[in-house]
């Protein structure tokens, strides 16, 4: 799977949790697990030590590691949701929601 894969699957889940403003506001990339500032280009294969990374309304987070070679896309996908949502929750701008995540095909 490629970055521009990744974040074409992840996108949609993310506009499901997001409100349409911060959405909207969202940026959205893949970067070493260790340095928030690289950006993989969308032809780079994803590896476990990637994360997607996020700045949402002035709140930047990222994922855990992204460990792709035991997930299916579904459970990745989960997986990422997960950590959305508990970013979400901490966030200045919507500290303590918790945002449901979206079905997704599992």
Known sequence: ????????????VAEQMLR?????????W??????????????A???DSMSVTWEIK????????LGVEFWDLPELLHDL???LQDF???????WGELREIPPLGQ
């Open 1 to 12: 799977m490629t970055v521009g894969e990744l974040l074409a699957a992840f996108r949609p």
């Open 20 to 28: 349409p403003d911060e959405f909207r506001r969202a940026r959205f």
């Open 81 to 83: 949701a997960d950590d």
């Open 88 to 94: 979400i929750a901490e966030s200045s701008f919507a």
């Open 45 to 47: 294969v994803v590896d």
């Open 30 to 43: 893949v970067t070493p697990h260790s340095d928030w500032d690289l950006d993989y280009e969308d032809e």
């Open 58 to 65: 002035g709140d930047r987070g990222a994922t855990r590691s």
